[in-house]
């Protein structure tokens, strides 16, 4: 079996049978070009490097890349190498088997531009691109140039003795370098987490509404996520403990609760990190949107009070940098720092080695605190414009996080609005999926405000309110 650059050739020789080996090959490429796991203009291997792998001389291969050709399968560039036909003769259609992005319901149009009112992607006109380019282009000299090793399964020290830096300044949080494990994002962060913890308990309070890929990634792991109402102060406490009496952890967002954006109450933090201790239980805090908090102050992480190790904070620079990065970290407290590296370099080491540094190099030299300072007056510049377009015979209008959500009454669909406004290039995220059970689902839309283009903001909200107005008829 062959597995060359194109990843899917597959070669079972039978060197006693009655074809000759190089018809067996022809036969095998021919197949795979017809059923289409060969593209158009893929590169084959070159005689030399297929006939040392499949242990053949290389005028067998070249025998069978003629035949290829003759058929017109192939096309013969010379030293350039040799490469799938772009005419292809006539082949019956092969079915082939569906296939669809993983949890559709959350991720869509992978790889279009960020639409106008989509949630959760950064301003792609405000980000230093040309400056980032030239760290990014450094960054990978220098890990290109360094010896050949394993990095640490923890993450480079330089990029986590920074991000220590960042969080004491930023989010009152006082850590070392060595309770920090870089991580895949949010989601390989928390996989991370609830691998660390060890739980007994499978019942996990998780706030309703709330993230649904949280929900998505403890159910998948066997954990039985408890919905826990949330209000104008945060999660319910009183109410996760009539719920779920058992339960040893807590996934939050205290800063800008997901999706509604309150802040968690003194009051409610206070509760919820005297419940983890007694009951010698987590929380997993989820700092998805850090310092990037466009209505008064930002307030201190959760994990900055506790004073009894019980709280995991997780952070990324997916919604102040870029999403692409799927670059994020978790800060352990210290009495779970050696087995959080143990866990992370068993199960998910930290990848990305010209990343980490470029991140490092763009908080340390205080880039990454202008940005952020920069995208702050943006993001309120823009939505103070889209504020300005809705009337209040529309909807309330509510802060929350980078979107405003636009309050619909209950008996509208939502989830049907959103995707009618696909047909207009529009992107606003429906409401209820975000709760646990629809019956109960508060009906809404949120907007992202972070890529509103001001020639577009005006016929795009108009035509959305025209779309709400259908629906409310």
């Given amino acids: 079996m062959y597995h060359g650059v194109m990843g899917i050739l597959r070669f079972s020789l039978d060197r006693q049978g009655e074809q000759s080996l190089s018809e067996q090959i022809r036969l095998s490429i021919a197949d795979a070009i017809r059923q289409g796991y060969l593209y158009e203009g893929a590169r084959l291997p070159s005689w030399r490097d297929l006939a040392a792998q499949l242990g053949v001389s290389r005028g067998t291969i070249k025998t069978a890349y003629d035949g290829l050709s003759d058929d017109q399968l192939v096309l013969s560039k010379g030293a350039a190498g040799t490469f799938v036909s772009a005419v292809l003769p006539l082949a019956p259609q092969v079915t082939a088997a569906t296939s669809r992005l993983p949890l559709p319901e959350l991720y869509q149009d992978l790889d279009s531009a960020p639409k106008l009112f989509q949630v959760g992607v950064p301003a792609q006109d405000g980000f230093p691109f040309k400056h980032w380019s030239r760290i990014m282009l450094r960054c990978t000299r220098q890990a290109v140039a360094e010896p050949l090793r394993y990095p640490d399964p923890r993450g480079e020290h ?52 709330g993230y649904p890929l949280t929900w998505h990634a403890l159910s998948l792991a066997g954990y039985i996520p408890v919905p826990v109402p949330v209000d104008d102060q945060g999660i319910c406490v009183e109410q996760g403990i009539a719920l779920a009496a058992d339960a040893r952890l ?28 007694e009951k010698a239980g987590w929380i997993i805090e989820d700092d998805y949107l850090s310092e990037l908090q466009l209505s008064g102050q930002a307030t201190p992480a959760l994990a900055s009070l506790d004073r009894n190790g019980r709280v995991i904070h997780i952070g990324t620079f997916s919604k102040t940098i870029s999403p692409r990065l799927r670059l994020g970290f978790m800060v352990v407290p210290a009495s779970l720092s050696e087995r959080a590296g143990d866990t992370a370099a068993a199960l998910s080491p930290a990848s990305g080695l010209p990343s980490q540094l470029a991140v490092a190099e763009f908080l340390r030299d205080g880039h990454y605190l202008r940005h952020i300072r920069r995208m702050k007056r943006l ?49 606003p995220a429906p409401l209820s ?41």
């Fill in 433 to 473: 999926p975000w709760y646990a059970t629809q019956t109960k689902a508060r009906k809404g839309l949120l907007l992202g405000v972070t890529n509103l283009s001001s020639p577009a903001l005006e016929e795009g909200y108009q035509q959305l309110a025209e779309l709400v107005a259908r629906h409310r008829s």
């Fill in 379 to 427: 993001y309120i510049q823009r939505r103070n414009a889209l504020l300005a377009l809705m009337s209040a015979s529309v909807s309330a209008k509510n802060i929350a996080g980078l979107s405003l959500l636009l309050s619909l009454d209950d008996d509208v669909d939502d989830v049907a609005i959103a995707e009618a406004a696909k047909a207009f290039n529009l992107a």
């Fill in 158 to 209: 330089v990029l986590r003795k920074e991000i220590a830096a960042y969080l004491a300044v930023s989010r009152g949080l006082l850590c070392s370098a060595d309770q920090i494990i870089i991580t895949n994002g949010y989601a390989g962060a928390l996989g991370l987490a609830l691998h660390l913890l060890r739980l007994d308990s499978r019942q996990v309070w998780v706030e309703n509404p």
């Fill in 250 to 277: 807590a996934i939050v967002t205290p800063s800008q609760q997901a999706p509604l954006g309150v802040q968690l109450s003194l009051d409610r933090r206070q509760a919820l990190l005297i419940w983890a201790q």
